[in-house]
């Protein structure tokens, strides 16, 4: 019996080629005929879909890449936060250095240097979500080495040399917001 005649049999009556004459015409046992194909009907029963050990694998690759991937996602807010607060204070401090070369003297505040255009708005601290909790530092005209928090009622203030962020809390790299 040669190929094309066994795969015409094959398709008329599926069930007639599975037996031992068909076996000794040249087809093995496991489906595969003299050409190499599948036979169609082990092709329809193979090509239905994933079998429950091809799933459980599937689910398993899943679930050890969601545990994986959950701790770094949970910090990822707050990573994203600490580094919107560092880029504000790089900016706002040499907002205070361009200020002190081009005037001569430091601001007096972050509004004033709002108002001279060296800032087009006091930014949101990222941490507290406030514009106005930024703890605005001066040097004393007496002791210019220790800075201290604006005090408005003291007068005789050289302006603000530095600022840092409100927030109370510790980053996630262990130092302090208050520090920064």
Do not use: H
């Amino acid at each position: 019996m040669d190929c094309r005649s066994q795969i015409a049999d094959c398709r008329s009556n599926p069930r007639a080629s599975v037996g031992p004459a068909s076996r000794a015409a040249g087809s093995s046992i496991w489906g595969w005929g003299e050409s190499g194909d599948l036979r169609s009907s082990d092709r329809r029963r193979r090509g239905r879909g994933f079998t429950l050990i091809e799933l459980m694998v599937v689910v398993a690759i899943i679930g050890i890449l969601a545990v994986v991937a959950l701790p770094a996602m949970r910090t990822a807010p707050l990573k994203a936060r600490e580094a919107v607060l560092k880029a504000d204070l790089y900016q706002i401090r040499s907002c205070i250095d361009q200020y002190l070369g081009d005037k001569g003297e430091y601001p007096e505040s972050l509004q004033g240097l709002v108002d001279a255009g060296y800032l087009r708005f006091v930014p949101i601290d990222p941490i507290t979500r406030k514009a106005d909790t930024w703890v605005e530092l001066e040097a004393s005209p007496t002791e210019t080495e220790e800075l201290e928090p604006i005090d408005e009622d003291l007068g005789g203030t050289v302006g603000i040399i530095d600022v840092k962020s409100g927030a109370s809390g510790v980053a996630l790299d262990g130092t302090l917001y208050s520090d920064w």
